[in-house]
């Protein structure tokens, strides 16, 4: 059974830290690319970061660079999201997505989200 699930949300006061846990299982995550996407109420899902399957490449959307961290570790089948200097609008529910791109078709999963919260 394939399951991706999130991790380490919560309530965190502005200036604050958490760090995001995705814990994969029923596939082969280390092949698949991963990604932290979150929605805010009232407005759409947007990519916050991506990591390679080999995590030799990263990317951040431009609201995050320089705060937020991607990693994994493919050992323990785990992704994961460090957020430091949190402000109020990163407020939302953080979804992991793994994603494999076959070349003729693309497979994808993704976790149920977890709430993050920042207000003081």
């Known amino acids: 059974q394939v399951q991706l699930v999130e991790s380490g949300g919560g309530l965190v006061q502005p200036g604050g830290s958490l760090r995001l846990s995705c814990a994969a299982s029923?596939?082969?995550?280390?092949?698949?690319?991963m990604s932290w996407y979150r929605q805010a109420p009232g407005k759409d899902r947007e990519l916050v970061a991506g990591?390679?399957?080999?995590?030799?490449?990263?990317n951040y959307a431009d609201s995050v660079k320089g705060r937020f961290t991607i990693s994994r570790d493919n050992a323990k089948n785990t992704g994961y999201l460090q957020m430091n200097s949190l402000k109020p609008e990163d407020t939302a529910v953080y979804y992991c997505?793994?994603?494999?791109?076959?070349?003729?078709?693309?497979?994808?999963?993704w976790g149920k989200g977890t709430l993050v919260t920042v207000s003081s």
């Open positions: 997505k793994a994603q494999w791109d076959s070349g003729k078709y693309v497979m994808d999963y």
């Open positions: 029923g596939f082969t995550f280390s092949i698949y690319a």
């Open positions: 990591i390679s399957s080999a995590a030799g490449s990263t």
